[in-house]
């Protein structure tokens, strides 16, 4: 895949409150005619697709993004309109719209806004960037099995949190610890040497990126501990994106020791956008949210550049 330009954008949410839909809808109107090298990229939690107990089956999916088409016709017009101009779409789900996965529901987008590339964990140009949108390094949000990340409908336990700790919160964790071992099961780890021919890379190095996070029930335990007692002892807890940062450093390190690392790691999720340095060769970029404040944060990128995290309106 060659790319001249890619923008980056995540965390829309459309559907809520605040979603920044109108916003959205002018920026991506501002874009001028690209070639078909121009890629426009959602990294992530653009459509509000799970329902009250935190599922998202293929039926209630379809019937969602038909549902959000319906109330932002302008919107859908707009990316309709940009894929005419000669961008190309390039969508990665995050873990609120994770039921884009499902063939049948990237479809029914499709026949929505236009054609587009779906890429159910990550997304990798040679020499450019690395992308995810990195729920997959959030413990309670970790679909440990991301390349069937419904099996037997499962739901991360953040999904089931509704403001306090509950039975279903406790047996998802449950669940992640089981959907874990599966994950290092012979059947699952010929599915990701499978997933890294898709992408261009060796089988041994994605098996790497696939384990540089994982859910660990004790671990996870010992960290809302933690929080809670920073909270009640009003101290600082780690960086929102923390956790975010330490892992673009593992993706990182596994792709330079197998000779296939990037400029910019693009990530989204934390609602925090920002740019930090890797190394002198490598940056972390969070493409925020639009869903929060007037000014709405996009990765502007291209090949021999420094990565961008630019604003609209600018």
């Known amino acids: 895949m060659s790319v001249r330009r890619l923008v980056a954008v995540s965390d829309l949410h459309l559907g809520t409150p605040g979603s920044g839909a109108d916003a959205f809808t002018s920026f991506l109107a501002s874009l001028p005619s690209a070639s078909a090298e121009s890629r426009l990229l959602f990294l992530g939690d653009m459509f509000e697709l799970l329902g009250p107990a935190g599922q998202a089956t293929r039926v209630r ?8 088409a319906d109330r932002y016709p302008e919107l859908f017009t707009a990316i309709r309109d940009c894929l005419r101009r000669g961008w190309s ?54 679909f440990p099995t991301v390349l069937e990340p419904f099996a037997h409908h ?4 953040l999904g089931h949190w509704h403001g306090r700790p509950s039975p279903a919160v406790l047996l998802a964790a449950l669940r992640s610890r089981s959907l874990e071992t599966t994950a290092h099961q012979d059947g699952y780890r010929v599915r ?23 859910f660990r029930l004790v671990a996870t335990a010992g960290r809302l501990a933690r929080r809670a007692a920073a909270t009640l002892l009003r101290r600082v807890d780690d ?14 390190t596994a792709l330079v020791a197998a000779g296939f690392a990037v400029p910019t790691y693009l990530f989204g999720h934390t609602h925090h956008a ?26 502007d990128l291209a090949p021999g550049a420094a990565p961008a995290l630019r604003y609209w309106p600018g």
């Open 154 to 157: 499962f739901v991360p336990p």
């Open 274 to 299: 920002r740019v930090l340095t890797l190394d002198p060769d490598a940056r972390y970029v969070n493409t925020g949210t639009w869903s929060q404040g007037r000014r709405c944060p996009y990765a």
């Open 89 to 142: 779409l390039d969508v990665v789900p995050g873990n609120h719209d994770m039921a884009l996965a499902l063939p049948s529901v990237h479809r029914h987008l499709a026949a929505l806004v236009g054609p587009l590339a779906l890429h159910p964990w990550l997304y990798y140009v040679p020499g450019v960037v690395y992308a995810e949108h990195g729920h997959q390094h959030h413990d309670l949000n970790r």
């Open 239 to 252: 960086p929102t994106d923390g956790y975010l940062v330490a892992a673009a450093k593992r993706v990182h």
């Open 192 to 214: 990701l040497r499978t997933y890294a021919d898709s992408l261009g890379l060796p089988p041994d190095l994605v098996l790497a990126l696939h384990d540089t996070s994982r």
């Open 61 to 68: 999916a379809r019937i969602r993004l038909d549902q959000l």
